[in-house]
Nanobody, 123 residues
Framework: QVQLVESGGGLVQAGGSLRLSCAAS????????MGWFRQAPGKEREFVAT????????DYADSVKGRFIISRDNAKNTVYLQIYNLKPEDTAVYYC????????????????WGQGTQVTVSS
């Protein structure tokens, strides 16, 4: 079992930045690929970014490339999502997720989920 707790969300103006964190506890964090997803009101949960167990391979949704950076610190059992140049359409609840095998862009392939952190971007 892996427990995930997100933090760092908030209300920001368009053009601003945020860093989301996801702290993991339970089983060995370094053995899990990690992902970030988001869900806006009335929309389905969508893929944002994923990172391999070592942190050496990262993938991003086209909509966030160049503005979002996923990273991890296995010594701290934490995965991060740095967000630059926030846009109103980035408003959503952001979730981190853990997968016991390789990274994936599919939410259904993740084993554990956090409770989410709200990001609201004002125009």
């Amino acid at each position: 079992q892996v427990q995930l707790v997100e933090s760092g969300g908030g209300l920001v103006q368009a053009g601003g930045s945020l860093r989301l964190s996801c702290a993991a506890s339970g089983r060995t964090f370094r053995n899990y690929a990690m992902g970030w997803f988001r869900q806006a009101p009335g929309k389905e949960r969508e893929f944002v970014a994923t990172i391999s167990t070592s942190g050496g391979i990262r993938d991003y949704a086209d909509s966030v490339k160049g503005r979002f950076i996923i990273s991890r610190d296995n010594a701290k059992n934490t995965v991060y999502l740095q967000i630059y140049n926030l846009k109103p359409e980035d408003t959503a609840v952001y979730y981190c997720a853990a997968r016991s095998t390789s990274r994936s862009m599919r939410a259904t392939e993740y084993d554990y989920w956090g409770q989410g952190t709200q990001v609201t971007v004002s125009s």
